[in-house]
Every structure is written in structure tokens, then in C-alpha cells.
């Protein structure tokens, strides 16, 4: 007999969840042999301090304070304020609790990195295989665009655990392009997408997702760039 996962049920009543002050956010699941986040070449020192502005400016558009983005990371305060001086380079395991945190994922704390330079072409052609890539949430993700109003990128996966809820305060979309998924919104209840289907979140609507099949999904999921402040 073929595999056959579990039908989506509805989330009625529960509560998202998510990096809470004063609380360490629990880690995602581990997975098997995640490939790197693979950046463009370039001084590696230079790297580290862009994605400390990165992270800079995504935590204070977030409202956070340092202390604040240590607790809910489950990181010292030292090494957050190293890491975004440039000082510090985090290891994938922290740099997962730091996007976590922020609602966002290892990917796309750098995008600022991979082409976010303000003198961006009106017109840019993003051939294949091109752009940073890495884990996001239980799959992989390659962005499509870095430092542009809305961030593009493909995504693949096949957990059957949907692992923990992301909530960020952008919009999202995504359009399932091969497989199946069931996605958990929360309070908001469940859905089941097969391929042409899409899905449009408002900034907030935590979300997870799993295979609904056998087969590995290809999603293209679209994101709002976080208003940063200066």
C-alpha cells in the first residue's frame, strides 16, 4: 500500500507559538544532512558585518532591545552585540535561533548580503541556480531577489513534522508548484494545498507546513522586506 499521511486537522483555540520575552525559544527539530547557506564569494570579515546590520535592523524593526532578542534566541547578550558589530560570526545552530527569533529564517538574514546593495538595477534577471541559498524552517530555500520591497524565493521540502509555527508581521504569499502540503495556521485552522493552489497571510497568521503525500513540495513563496528603521 502507498503512503498516506495524516488528514489536516483543525487548530481550533491553540495558542501560536513563538519566542516569548524572557523566555529561550525552543529549537527547531533536526533534520538530515541540511546543506549550507551558500553566499556569494567575497572577504568572509565583510560578510559577518553585513549580516550584523542585518540583524541590527530587523530586530530593531521588530521593537526588540538586545536583551529582549538574547532571551527569546537563547543567546548571551554579549555574543548578540558582538555578532552585530561584526566581532562575532554565529554558527548555523545560533543563526537558526536568531532568525527564529526575528521571524525570519538563515536564508534570508541574508539577503542583505547576497546583491542588497542600494544601486540595484531597475531590471534584474536572476538566472538559475543563482542566489543565496539554505535552510528555512525544515526545507531549503533559495532566494530569488536580496534587498529589494518584497523577497521571492523557491522552496522545497518533504517533513512529514511541520516543526514550529513562524509568525512574522509582513504579508506573505506562496503557490504550491509541485506536491502537496497541509498547512497549520493556528487559531486560523488548516489547509490542504496541491499544486496551482496558493495561499495569501496577513502579517501575524503564524504558519507550518508538511508534505500531504509522498512526495517532496516545491512552493514560491513571496515576502514583504521588514520596514526597517535606521
Not at 106 to 112: F, I, K, M, P, T
Request: proline share 10%; charged share 25%.
Amino acid at each position: 500500500m502507498g503512503h498516506r499521511s495524516p488528514p489536516c486537522k483543525l487548530a481550533v483555540g491553540r495558542v501560536p507559538a513563538g519566542p516569548r520575552p524572557g523566555r529561550p525559544a525552543s529549537r527547531p527539530a533536526p533534520s538530515r544532512r541540511r546543506p549550507p547557506i551558500v553566499t556569494p564569494d567575497g572577504d568572509p570579515d565583510e560578510l559577518v558585518r553585513v549580516l550584523g546590520q542585518r540583524v541590527r535592523r530587523l530586530r530593531r524593526a521588530r521593537g526588540l532591545t538586545l536583551v529582549r532578542l538574547a532571551s527569546a534566541a537563547g543567546l548571551s547578550h554579549p555574543f548578540l552585540s558582538k555578532l552585530e558589530r561584526g566581532l562575532a560570526t554565529p554558527s548555523m545552530a545560533s543563526l537558526a535561533q536568531i532568525a527564529r527569533a526575528l521571524g525570519t529564517s538563515q536564508v534570508e538574514l541574508l539577503a542583505d548580503v547576497d546583491g542588497g546593495s542600494p544601486g540595484h538595477p531597475a531590471a534584474d534577471v536572476r538566472r538559475a541556480g543563482q542566489g543565496a541559498a539554505g535552510p528555512y524552517g525544515l526545507g531549503h530555500a533559495r532566494l530569488l531577489a536580496g534587498g529589494r520591497q518584497f523577497q521571492p524565493m523557491e522552496y522545497e521540502g518533504s517533513n512529514t513534522d511541520p516543526g514550529e509555527y513562524f509568525t512574522h508581521a509582513e504579508d506573505e504569499f506562496l503557490y504550491v508548484v509541485a506536491g502537496s502540503l497541509c498547512v497549520d495556521l493556528g487559531e486560523h485552522g488548516d489547509a490542504t494545498l496541491t499544486r496551482g493552489d496558493s495561499l495569501y497571510l496577513d502579517g501575524g497568521v503564524p504558519h507550518r507546513w508538511r508534505t500531504a503525500g509522498p512526495d517532496p513540495y516545491r512552493l514560491l513563496i513571496v515576502k514583504e522586506r521588514p520596514h526597517q528603521q535606521a
